[in-house]
């Protein structure tokens, strides 16, 4: 069975056959590799705009990743035939393109490589990928064992297919010198201008090796030849490689070393892939990779992803849960944080969301991107559709369409850094527009963006949708410049609800009373025009229509118009449990909460390009869970912590078979989507995308700290207010908060269904504390106060029925201060 | 062996692993598909861009056709699995994807379809391809036949991979109404302008079958499963497909039919294959092509091929080459001038080449280019980059590159016109220019066209070359604005010299005059600046560099700097021997004459983008087939017959098993390259682009009929003067022209090297003669006047020695008279 393992630092999967396009993902601040299970992998760098390195057999399209990515037997990866010379018996590793049944097969994700166990034809194949940490190269490490009793004559073929790198010029060849298959290529291109843009490119990609190869083959038709890629001609008869090159032909790095291996006795072989601008860096390379200790090139690469590191560890009865949330889920928001999912251009909103994970991580990261996102707003308080991340970036694809939402997210982002940080001087901060010198502090552009938001109205006072808001393809609703947004009307009034506050903390009083009004306003609007007697609709088109409704046919409930109603206060108590009932019914799956319902089978052109999405894929109606995260953090935000709870953890795949071959992916990152469309396609539903780009990670790690464990930061100090499901009746979390550490434990009682709905109540136990202030904010939360940085302190909560209590112990505490208010 | 068949009209190729590249083409006015000896295709239509409605199973770049075009085990094709449902054996039509070894093989493209005849389990497979001849849509039919003696239960498996047609929406499923596999897409856009512009496309795909079948697969992946293309998983252990549907999977049009079939019993099935706009489309196709005779739909589509007739048909004792002029040449001269090479902006020059090819087919097709191309002439005279073909239609690619040469071919294309037609009121015809509603005379048009040509000089009188001339990636010679072009000063005076007489017959004297001055000047010129002692360099830099010329390591030699000045009379009798001495030592080659030499292995940056495509492919070295047929036009034009021939000759592939095996290519088209690179890269040369995209149809053909047969029009009727390769002692020809036929019969005695070197006389003798005068323009032209259009006339032209004999006899001639001159 799939599992664990390594106290959850590394994933196993024992069967390359039951989710076979699962994958593992690695990254470094210069490129991506997104690795499948069998061994096919899409990889990018930036040099400064994404490109690859290895490409498919044909000239491919410039892409963002695809979501559900098809492989198929040409498609580029990583592959190790083994060859037993004296039997002529041959297999590939890590499964493709042989596809032989295994002896013993482990896929084995780890945090900061990936590893695969194979064994056949007793030899034990251990292949280990990392990356370098600061250079866009793979490092891989091949040791084969001769687990017989018996002396062995084995060969060991590693075959990285290069591809159609360029119609002008491609080729390939092994270099002596640089003991390296060296394939080279132009960009194509066709007018002079980028000529001088191409130049800095790197056209060569090389496999390079520890030890010298017996044979090489360069062409990939001579390799492959009439036997096909699951058994190439050129093994076959117990042929070796030709030596050949690639002439303006597929060019394949592909390498034939022979083992004489003594019974048990083993060999390792280390071997660097990636691109090169010329022979130099390829040297360069080789030097400081393949000729200095492993340890230290291996400590180098742990070092980085040891940043991965969230603010909290926990350990709750649901051991899967605890080692997503210790290991996989801060290194997926890390991802996020540090590496802008490789684009020059990221969206505003999603720059901001992942600038909001790191939150969590390094306050640090979240304050630069604040600042590199406002210095890019206009003087009118316009946020940009993307953020410009070099000088010579450009707004490309979806970021040239007029999106309506990016403001909304600063209000959120800002927010939450104030929470966690306390650092409320960032407010001050004067930085100048992207069309005007003059310096303003950071809180005029931020609110000078809600005052954006908040003009933005037709006559009825509702937002203007232009074209498209979070849902970037809902594009048609607004084109005509009236179509309105009910779920921006909601997020605007939301974000309001949070600007509010640290209007009143600087005192902007009047502003704070402006926006407080218009949030209220909003609301009463949104009850007014949007509410459909069991649900909220999703916006009202050019022409007038609302829509996301009952008497709709497909696309009748939207989870964002409901979720954002839940989190901006329109919904009353009925309205709420209408609501949570119309998505029970109509929306939540065994696979997680689907973003609309039914999802569209033909276009609605008042509506958009999301109507044209696969019916249960991305934005129709698929498990997105972004909206689902969003979803959750409705329900945490009205105390449905139960509900939320579910919520969030059907985003992780189970270790079970079949669950595992339904999603098709492992529980080591959270996809952009599971197949949504329950009803209406069955066979696909839940499916995963295994696309880890997504605004999910961010959400669900701010809500596992803040709601889950309701470990808050606030002015006075650190709120705690947990909402643990009934059934963890102890559970753990370590929290480092504002240069402290806390260790809780949470104890619960028995919980009646009865008593979560409605309150907590909580006390709390000291002990021995130095400057500890523990005080209840209200009958579920504890706020601590008066801690020392650098200090740990431990605490026991107690969570009980309508009397919660809460007990904290703290080490080397001195002193107590208990308010009850 | 592999040979033509069916007196030429079709081609046969026994072994699929000879050239496994090797391909035929078939094409209607709205479609090309280009189909590989083993069941690959590359297919397109117009839509009203280029389209395609088979994909790779990846996010494909929007492009070109491509040189040289890889295949791999996922690439679109059309492939038949057939299954002796009895033992379990199984194997694949045409040969991909199982590649399993056959009892017989024949790939037999024909003028108007494509066929295979397999053989293998006893079981004979016929499967023909044809193309509807007004609709977009492939027509198969299959033929079994059990060639046993016992009774046989067979499934026969169309798989027909539909492939990764939009990332936003992309599926299947069979209809039981259409009969049909349906695969459905949306092309994927991001901004609602695109949507609008995308509401006529095409966006499914469709198998119908003229029989229910009895299983189907959508999905791709389920339809291979773990076993792979070459071994199905679904057709595994007398399995049947899973009538299974593809819901944002790979689709595939995949049906499974089974038949009983008694001793040497038969059945056929009917397939249609294409892209569709609704179903009510492939309804209406259905009923046409899957309800209709059988018959009348084939002579349809050989009624479209049937007009690819050539105005001449040869006798020679050259059979292959008989074969390939009568039948081939003029189809892919037709395929030029009708299809436009499937663009919406053909380059200029293309255009014109191409419209140059119908003036031997159709010479009205011609005029109406002509009249085309010039309507988009600005009034300054300047010609665009290319010739926008319908209104939506924009310049792109390598048309929004500014080049210098595109007035050349006006003067090119319209000499031939002239002389084939005689129709001088065309240059009379008013019409409009791009930017000016002014009409003005084909005349005036094309000579103010000549005109721009002559003054873009520099301070030297050289023609500038700005980012190319008739070498597209030329790009970087005299993209600063000052390199200039040896090439074009030689192709300026050579079409000067062709408007001159133009201008003279028009009485345009001055005109006349003054373009006769500038061809004598530029020839001047061109002696003065270019002539590097043994040969004429290609250009001169920016810099003011002459290049081409001994002293450079790579690009010492182009062809077309030689063959242009001897086209164009400014080389004098030495240079041509020592120019043609350089040609052979460091140019031809056993595949054809290669376009420069050595090819460039790095970038020149002051030469540009040629540099830098691989050594010895396209434009960089390769024997480039439009420039070596300049270069035979050039010998030609210098009496060379006998090495102009051996020029051409070469651009045929053979039958032989080693040179198909090398070119990868079958003699049914001319390739726009083979290999070059000869001395650099011996491995790869003289193999095939497998690209019939190509210039060299139109010249191919023009100097046939005009030069090796030389049966060339002028005002006073048609010059004869072979110049037919001395061991052809017997060859006739067919020739249709202004109404009228003759069939010549050509002798030749046993010359000389000497006398073919020198000058043939020729003399006539005729008899019972009408409305035929023969007189002798001089030594070695014949001029046939006062022919009546519709006769017939039948004539034997006698060549020998220094005194070459022509005589002519007429059949139903009246009268003759034989003038001296």
Redesign the interface.
Known sequence: MAKFIEDGTRYQLDDP?IAPNSAAYLWNKKMMLHMNCRGYAVSQYMDPEPRKYTH????????FM?????Y????PGRFFYLRDNQTGEMFSAPYEPM?VSLDAYAFEPGLADIRWKIEKLDIELTITLSLAANDVLELWQIRVVNVSNHLRDISLIPYFPVG?AS?????GQYNTELNAIVCSS?TP????DD?FKNQHLKDLTFLSASRIPDYYEVSQ?AFEG?G???NPSSLQHGGNLANGEA????PAAIMQFQYLLAPKASDSLRLCFGPAKDKAEIQQLNQRYLQIDEQQIKAESEDYFSQAQGCMKVNTPDQQFNHFVNNWLPRQVFYHGDSNRLTTDPQTRNYLQDAMGMVYLNPQACKKAIITALQQQKFSGEMPDGILLSEQAELK??N??PHTDHPVWLAIVLSAYLQETNDYSLLELPLAWADQATQSSVFEHVSKAMQVLCEANDERGLPYIA?GDWCDPM??VG?QGKGVSGWLAEAISYALQLWVPVCHKLEQTQLANQFEQHATQLNQRINQYFWDGQWYGRGITDNGVLFGVSKDVEGRIFLNAQSWALLCGAANQQQSQQMLAAIDEQLDTPFGVMMNAPAFTQMR?DV??VT???P??AENGSVYNHAAAFYAASLYANGLGERAFKVLRKMIPSNENEDLSIRGQLPVYLPNYY?GAYYQ?P??AGRSSNLFNTGTSAWFYQLLVEQLFGMRGCSEGLLVSPQLPKEWLHASAHRKFRGATFDIEFVQQALSENAIQKCISVSANVSQSTTLTISNKSTNTLLIGGFTPGEHYSLTVTLSGIETELSAQTTRAKKVEYDEH
């Open positions: 056959c498919v057999p044909n000239l491919a399209a410039q892409s695809q979501p559900e990515q098809p198929f037997s040409h498609h596809r159609y119609w002008m010029n491609m080729g132009v291109y066709q007018k002079v000529y038709a009439e096909g890629l699951h002439h303006y032909e597929l694809y979806i040239q369409v074209q594009n048609m084109y052109d958009g390009r044209q999405k696969w249960g894929s197949r396609y066979r696909t």
